[in-house]
């Protein structure tokens, strides 16, 4: 780890952190680096602000006021109540008023009242109205890249606004008129020439997976597949691409293949859809994140799955939960013939797709699996819900079976467990402060600022209860605490995945 | 009829149509605009009656607002519930004779005023007093609770300390409903009262609160948790999916 150029905030007492005074400008430096022209010019946007960037700005906010009524509700309903203000990781960690969401969603707000409201085209001083300058575009691209979209602030808004809505708009308009951002943009193109985030091509991720087979069977001497296309399989698996390649994802990768193996499952992973993350969902665009979605329909159609099963990550939950059967039809209930194709083939008796923690808990309340949990003694765990999980989606029948369910599996293959301060997780839960588009080196000061909500509620059950292993089941949070531990004094090792417990505890034979 | 009359008389019916107009055309705005993905924030109810209730909680309760903050919540329930009391208590100046829960609810409502203008000051002191909500606050936002201040206190004045001429006024309401013009007593706290009410109307459609009907087509309050069991598409994304097909 280099010296950081900024100050690590520092813990407090208690698990919840006081509410910083505003200090304006506070994060105002950062910004993230700008796509240059091949990937713009990839995903069918400019590379550079035209002459006319502002009529183009303003018109292609006219249409995502037209399509999304989120963003138009949103937009006239706040009342500045000041609900939100203290409730984003991001204000807490930085003191940048600008990061309340409320001063997030006014970025917009001020130039949708000027052109679209009559109080803003009449009396602009009054409504606090102003006009879209390059300066005013600037501020977009700084604060809406440090947005997650984590949604926490819906939680807590009396008309439910959510911020991510708001943010998702702002990075189509700033794409729209060229000011994209490198990380996320070139992500989409990988995804989409490659097939996964990662870059990562067939035949290396035919190597990772025989290496694993290997490592897994000295490991235990069990000879527990990976399959790769195994075209007729049951299930199919869609992972994030992390999962095959980064400490300490590929432990969870391990543990989702010892429970195909103890059920007796026939599945696969695919080449075509080795991505579950879609990066369109941060960008706001539905074409470009139906485009990434459809890899997975087109997968699922070529191998002649009847299940689609998704591993730890949080967004691609997001998207595959809420989203894939409006995009793509993987889901059911759909009339129209093109979903009806797909949805003739899959299996439905399952819902469609499954979560794998909804997987393996059913498997262990059937009393499919096995566990010694003395195995995982050495680890006092506590675990962290993910925001696109807790806030976006669900797993099981019950509304909040997000949060049980993972806990359950925890509680089943392990012995130590301890939850933070309810008022940092479940739907209140702390983004890890990485998520959303934000996980890139360029943005550190603000992943590590952001970080702090969580990390001191994580200090407080390592001090309460010594704590030493952070469960999660998504690949930016692991990617995001794997880096950020170290500057808050932990070490990287204490982060894991739920399926890393599974995989430790799980009985083969 | 005097001039004061007058202007009074077109005031209201303006206002009354920019009122429901606006108002009206916001709604179907809103209708029109569709929500093309399901963004219920989770934990979300899996049945449209449990989404009734979730927002009924939202609307009675102002459930959100109390997870997030009690003293916003304690001064905002004050005042709405308070405004809700007054405005069913003014029900009795549009109606001959008068229904009994109205009548009922005449003391009440009287009193409810107290409530409605402390709740208004609690909030209104936030806007000076805490540093985050100070930053967010327009000159709207202060207008906005001056004139409704402006509108609870003109109001406890007659209701408390210097009557008007009730048996008028209500002829004058009853005679704009009619058509059948009547004279509106000339008393300085009624032409306030109710030259406030009328600006209060006109701005309601272009101004936040808009937050009144937005609510209710709030996506991430109104939409039911059921993705993988019922596929959810707009037109204009169906219309996408045939393009592309």
């Known amino acids: 780890m280099a010296a950081p150029d900024f100050e690590i905030p520092q813990f407090q007492e208690h698990a919840v952190l006081d509410i910083p005074k505003i200090k304006e400008g506070a994060m105002s430096h950062i910004k993230s680096f700008v796509a240059g022209q091949s990937a713009q010019e990839y995903l ?24 999304y009524r989120s963003v138009r509700v949103f937009l006239d309903a706040c009342v500045h109540c000041g609900a939100c203000t203290d409730k984003c990781h991001y204000y807490l960690g930085t003191a940048d008023p600008k990061n309340m969401p409320v001063a997030r969603q006014e970025l917009m707000r001020k130039v949708y009242r000027r052109y679209f409201t009559f109080g803003g085209k009449y009396f602009p001083w009054l409504v606090g109205a102003e006009d879209l300058t390059e300066e005013v575009l600037n501020d977009w691209y700084n604060y809406y890249h440090e947005c997650s979209e984590c949604r926490r602030c819906s939680v807590f808004c009396p008309y439910g606004i959510d911020t991510a809505e708001i943010t998702m708009a702002g990075r189509e308009i700033l794409n729209y008129v060229g000011m994209g951002q490198k990380y996320s943009n070139e992500i989409l193109v990988k995804v989409q020439k490659v097939g996964n985030n990662l870059g990562l091509p067939g035949p290396a991720l035919e190597d990772t997976l025989a290496g694993l087979e290997e490592d897994i069977e000295a490991d235990t001497g069990v000879p527990v597949k990976l399959p790769l296309d195994q075209k007729g399989a049951e299930i199919l698996l ?8 980064s400490e300490p994802h590929v432990e969870s990768l391990i543990g989702y293949a010892k429970v195909f193996h103890a059920a007796g499952a026939s599945w696969t992973l695919s080449s075509l859809a080795s991505e579950a993350g879609n990066f369109g969902l941060f960008n706001g665009n539905y074409e470009t994140m139906r485009k990434v979605a459809m890899r997975i329909r087109d997968a699922a159609l070529e191998l002649g799955v009847k299940r689609i099963i998704v591993g730890e990550c949080g967004h691609a939950w997001r998207v595959a939960y809420s989203y894939w059967n409006t995009l793509t039809g993987i889901g059911y209930g759909g009339e129209d013939p093109y979903s009806q194709m797909l949805q003739k083939q899959l299996d439905h008796r399952y819902p469609q797709p499954m979560h794998i923690c909804e997987y393996t808990w059913d498997l262990i309340q059937k009393g499919v699996l096995k566990f010694d949990k003395s195995k995982n003694d050495h680890r006092i765990i506590t675990f962290h819900d993910s925001c696109n999980v807790a806030r976006a989606s669900r797993m099981g029948n019950e509304p909040g079976g997000q949060f049980t369910i993972p806990r359950n599996i925890i509680r089943a293959v392990a012995n130590n467990f301890y939850d933070m301060d309810p008022n940092t997780i479940g739907e209140s839960t702390y983004c890890c402060g990485g998520g959303g588009g934000l996980l890139t080196d360029d943005l550190m000061e603000v992943r590590v600022k952001g970080a702090l909500p969580r990390m001191n509620a994580f200090n ?9 292993f952070l469960a999660l089941i998504c690949a930016i949070c692991k990617a995001q605490f794997t880096k950020v531990f170290p500057y808050y004094g932990f070490d990287m090792s204490m982060v894991g995945g739920v399926h890393q417990l599974v995989s430790t505890a799980i009985e083969l034979d | 009829m005097s ?6 008389t077109v005031l209201f019916y303006v206002a009354t149509l920019v009122f429901i107009g606006g108002l009206a055309y916001r709604i179907y705005e809103y209708t029109r605009t569709p929500a093309p993905l399901k963004i219920p924030t989770t934990p979300a109810p899996t049945t449209s009656a449990g989404v009734v209730y979730r927002m009924a909680r939202e609307v009675v309760f102002f459930e959100s607002l109390f997870k997030s903050n009690k003293w916003i919540w304690v001064f905002g329930w004050l005042f709405h519930f308070g405004l809700l009391l007054v405005l069913l208590r003014h ?3 549009f109606q001959e004779p008068v229904w009994f829960w109205v009548e009922f609810l005449q003391p009440y409502g009287k009193y409810a005023s107290f409530m409605m203008v402390v709740g208004l000051l609690g909030l209104w002191a936030r806007r000076f007093l805490v540093d985050r909500v100070r930053y967010i606050s327009t000159p709207s936002d202060h207008l906005m609770l001056a004139l409704l201040v402006g509108i609870g206190v003109s109001g406890m004045m007659m209701t408390f300390v210097a009557h008007t001429d009730i048996v008028a006024l209500k002829a004058f309401v009853l005679g704009l409903m009619f058509f059948d013009w009547q004279p509106l007593p000339a008393d300085p706290f009624l032409l306030i009262h109710l030259g406030l009410v009328a600006v209060l109307m006109i ?4 101004s936040k609160l808009l937050h009144a009907p937005g ?3 709030s996506p991430s309050r109104n939409q039911v948790d059921n993705p993988r069991e019922r596929r959810h598409i707009a037109p204009w994304a169906a219309a996408l999916e045939r393009e592309q097909a």
Not at chain 1, 46 to 64: Q, S, T, Y
Not at chain 2, 3 to 8: A, D, F, G, V
Not at chain 2, 203 to 206: I, Q, R, T, Y
């Open chain 1, 44 to 67: 069918g946007y400019p590379w550079e602000l035209g002459e006319n960037w502002k009529e183009r700005a303003i018109e292609r906010m006219g249409e995502v006021l037209k399509k």
């Open chain 2, 203 to 206: 701005v309601f459609p272009v």
């Open chain 1, 238 to 245: 869609v992972t994030p691409s992390a999962d095959f390649f």
């Open chain 2, 3 to 8: 001039t004061l009359t007058i202007i009074y």
């Open chain 1, 460 to 468: 407080a059950v390592v001090q309460q209860n010594g704590v030493n």
């Open chain 2, 215 to 217: 609510i209710f087509f």
């Open chain 2, 91 to 93: 029900i009795r100046y």
